[in-house]
């Protein structure tokens, strides 16, 4: 497999398209759905260089039009470090329709953002920005997407053994149509990331570990562990994997 084509992956039914335009650890994570009967698109976290992969991914720029919704799973910067620019390239092309955003309960790194932004520019935004907390069972409909969220269990850091804190991270269900849609987060095994797996039509799965440590907080799943639950599921993709850094 090419370096990008670990990053890299797609699916689709008659109903949507998924595209992972992007997806590594620690570097930033793009979930793009897209339903084929409207052209809506529902992003689910806003890695760095979104942008850049949305106008690759959709050969125009005004995808920012057809943005219904977005949800964030976690504040860590590879999955919210492309939300200020998404929202700058909305501005800049003068989105009008409000943007829900979904993001976890105290997810501060997602709401400073978020304030950072409105604050920066409320005298000239062509639109609003409606962010929701949302936490464990939430749920949130739009015309197109009905989303519900599951907690998962992730830990904040993994450079400070001795503050094992878990941090504010959903991983969630989406129906498009009658396709169910089902993405991880980011998360170490527990009851949340399976029942959000079970019997998906597709389930997109972080598998940021080659294999699991055998010390040390448990922050991500591992291969193994990721394909053991995408099984759970009818089909499924690995995302978030290690760069390899070393390959020419
Ligand atoms: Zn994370």
Sequence with gaps: MTPQGMHRSAWENDELSVNVPYSAAGVGTTIVLTSKFTGRIML????DGAVRDLIELTRKSDFVHD???????HGHFDHVGGLHTLLGFMRMLGRKESLNILIPTNCIEATSIIKGFCQS?????PFKIRY??????SEFDTDFFKVKSFGVEHYGSECSPGEEILMPALGFRVKVGESVIAFSGDTRICAGVEA????????????TR?????TGPRVHLSVEEAEKLGALAKEYLLI???PNIDIQ
């Excluded at 520019?121 to 935004?125: A, G, I, P, S």
């Design 44 to 47: 689910m976290d806003v890695g």
């Design 67 to 73: 943005i219904d919704l977005i949800a964030i799973s």
């Design 121 to 125: 520019y409320h005298e000239t935004l």
């Design 132 to 137: 929701h907390e949302i936490t464990q069972g």
């Design 196 to 207: 959000i797996v079970a019997n998906a039509d597709l389930a997109i799965i972080e598998a």
């Design 210 to 214: 080659p294999v699991a440590p055998d």
């Design 240 to 242: 978030h994997r290690i």
